[in-house]
């Protein structure tokens, strides 16, 4: 009770109310960015894909890192958002930012749909309905030719210029600013999210879901509502990808793209908003200098990468950074 | 005769052929400081999971304050203050202490729905749920997340969260289940310091705390109830010496 009585209640509640405050240190992904933008003009259209794969880590971590759903099928998501995007711009729409809307909207609506069936479920059960929504949306995708070009792919997109004013340029320039600016306004939403009264009860259903039952809380609607918004994020990933590189393949409905967003998720943190920076940046660069070195077998040496970030760095390198600032706290 | 704070009418529940309930008639008055006690499996904590809806019952009915809450979900049954507590603690492990109250007491105000405004800024909300670990005694570790905390004071944590819910009826499954002798004196202080217009059903197996805690017990043997009154009746009670008492002094 002697501690108590030191700190008045506002003074020993003043930074728990305050965690929503933006800290110095959330600058750095934005100055990093802004730095690579002049630092490296080669790489810009690799740029433009890393902030646009940031977004949908980002999606994946607000069911995952804060909700707690497990799911293996997020490029289904991601997928409805490109095609729609994608079908858009090849068939005479090709204005980008009502393109991302559309694109935000279907995929928000694949995720109402589907999560009102699939989230009655948990655990496994859960994560095989998660991948059979992501593959029957990829067979649909397949078979619907005329649509979607099918095996062959989405072909022929026109993307009109940014505001009728900023085409997109073969330097991945004008891309690599819009993605940037798109990820920035859904990560301060994601964050705002995350961080109100809806995103801490969602943290209390990751925690222990029988207790949130118990203290009254709607859960299934609240994860409904969190899988919804974050299916629309994907979608708005997925409809970048489509409007930069002006082709959609099959690949953006595909496991492989659902398993490799998870792995880069892990690999920077899970449940802490900037793993998905840390985590898409470092597996895509990774993926990107292996390919180049050794283009037979690069994956090779991304699955060691792989062992290794499993091995010592579990919680991923944000984990990685907060045990290290524990062992340094400790002596003094 | 007045309202019943918690009734039940021909509950009955079944796991296969295994009856957990069966025909449980209940009263519990409002106010009412009740036991209920009966032999490992005598469905006990079946009989809470049922009442608060986390099982449905094959049949019979369940009455809050006269209104009959048998199908309603288990969020609406804690929106009109039927509340309870777990044997085995049952907390968000890795939230602080004052975050484990506060999500509580923001389901309670509805203002958990809010996707927009921070969390730190429904102030009235944090400082209600510090008064309340105040008064509980808790306030000393109002930052620590729970899973450090000795689980004596996890388990009052797990009843101050109930008590976030401001519960008309609180259910109280073996609060001093797993605690040391030395730290469940602080526990039954909380539950005898509990208000008056709170009425509590416990369950619990050391008589001592029953007997010092509730002015009337019920005894539930293999799913019905064997026999219910007051204290020093049911301590006399031939039948439950025979079933349940007798088990510690066999003879």
């Known amino acids: ?332 | 005769m007045t309202q019943a704070g918690l009734e039940t009418q021909g509950l009955c529940k079944s796991f296969g052929a295994l009856p957990v309930a069966s025909d449980i008639n209940f009263r519990l008055e409002s106010g009412a400081r009740h036991a209920l006690i009966g032999p490992n499996g005598a469905g006990k904590t079946s009989f809470v999971n049922l009442v608060t809806g986390m099982l449905k019952p094959s049949a019979g009915r369940i009455l809050l304050s006269g209104e009959d809450i048998t199908h309603l979900p288990q969020a609406a049954r804690v929106k009109r203050g039927l509340v309870r507590t777990f044997q085995i603690s049952a907390l968000f492990r890795r939230l602080s202490l004052i975050e484990n109250v506060t999500l509580a007491i923001s389901e309670r105000e509805g203002a958990a729905g809010d996707l927009i405004r921070p969390a730190g800024r429904y102030r009235k909300l944090i400082e209600e749920g510090y008064a309340l670990l105040e008064a509980l005694g808790l306030a000393a570790d109002a930052l620590r997340p729970v899973n450090e905390l000795a689980y004596g004071r996890q388990r009052l944590a797990d009843i101050a969260v109930s008590l976030g819910l401001k519960p008309k009826v609180l259910l109280l499954d073996e609060p001093a289940a797993g605690v040391p002798s030395g730290e469940t004196g602080a526990i039954i202080d909380m539950i005898e310091r509990l208000p008056a217009d709170i009425a509590f059903l416990i369950i619990e197996h050391d008589m001592e705390l029953v007997f010092r805690l509730a002015n009337r017990i019920t005894v539930l043997v293999q799913g019905s109830i064997l026999v219910e009154g007051a204290p020093q009746d049911i301590a006399a009670d031939a039948q439950v010496r025979q079933v349940y008492l007798g088990e510690r002094r066999p003879r």
């Open chain 1, 1 to 332: 009770m002697a501690a108590a009585d030191q700190l008045a209640p506002p003074a020993m509640l003043d930074g728990f109310a305050r965690r929503h405050r933006l800290r110095a240190f959330e600058a750095l992904p934005w100055l990093m960015a802004l730095a690579a933008y002049f630092v490296f003009p080669d790489y810009l259209a690799l740029g433009a894909q890393i902030l646009a794969t940031i977004l949908f880590a980002l999606s994946l971590d607000l069911v995952l890192g804060y909700a707690g759903i497990v799911t293996l099928g997020h490029a289904a998501f991601f997928g409805t958002g490109a095609y729609t995007a994608g079908i858009l711009a090849a068939n005479g729409w090709g204005e980008p930012i009502s393109g991302l809307v559309v694109a935000a909207a279907a995929a928000g609506a694949v995720g109402f749909l589907s999560g009102a069936i699939i989230l009655r479920t948990t655990g496994l059960t859960l994560l095989m309905q998660t991948l059979v929504v992501a593959a029957m949306l990829l067979e649909l995708a397949n078979k619907a030719t005329r649509i979607t070009g099918g095996a062959d792919g989405l072909q022929g997109m026109d993307v009109w210029p940014i505001f009728g004013a900023f085409r997109f340029d073969l330097f991945g320039r004008t891309a690599y600013i819009y993605c940037a600016a798109v990820l920035m306004i859904g990560w301060l939403l994601v964050r705002s999210i995350v961080y109100s009264p809806f995103g801490r009860s969602l943290t209390g259903i990751r925690e222990n879901v029988v207790r949130m039952h118990a203290v009254g809380s709607p859960v299934r609607r609240r994860k409904l509502v969190a899988y919804t918004i974050s299916a629309a994020l994907a979608g708005i990933s997925g409809a970048l990808i489509a409007q930069t590189a002006q082709f959609v393949g099959l690949g953006a409905l595909g496991l492989e793209r659902s398993g490799t967003v998870l792995i880069m998720l892990i690999i920077g943190g899970v449940g802490q908003l900037y793993g998905a920076f840390i985590g898409v940046t470092l597996y895509m660069i990774a993926q990107d200098r292996f390919s180049t070195i050794d283009p037979v077998y690069w994956y090779f040496w991304i699955g060691l990468f792989m062992i290794f970030v499993v091995i010592f760095a579990r919680g991923g390198v944000l984990g990685l950074i907060e045990r290290a600032r524990r062992q340094m706290r400790r002596p003094s």
